[in-house]
């Protein structure tokens, strides 16, 4: 069973919430908080996940907040995360297939339970492709 890292803040923690009971059956996760609808700031647990995946907790992570933006703008900014903030399906498949992105951001304020899911399903199951890919991912650390 995969050990995901998942962080988020205030206005991610309902989707948080919503993904740990959905995928309980295939994942089990690293959670590093918030862990309440009381008001925090995203950059300590865009910083949180980022130290999680550093660590060794976790191969691969889940961020979110209200629009997504603003931690993963948190977790990015360690050389060892590429973070993805997506809103469908396509930009799922399309960071895991050239950008090996390892974090996957959600925008809770902006999509939708479902699509969400889907979302998560594709960054999952979509593997790296590599090849042409991997000198510019070389080129983001
Ligand atoms: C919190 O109100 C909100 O600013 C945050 O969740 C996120 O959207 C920031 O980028």
Redesign the pocket.
Known sequence: METLAIAC????YDLKEAIKERFADRLSFVDVGTNSRD?VD?PEFGQKLAQSIINGEAERGIVI???????S?AANRYKEIRAANCTDVTMARLTRQHNNANVLAL???LIGLEVAFDIVETFLNTEYEGGRHDRRVEKLS
């Open positions: 803040d205030h206005g991610g008001s995203y907040c209200g629009t997504g933006i603003g931690i703008i925008g809770a304020r």
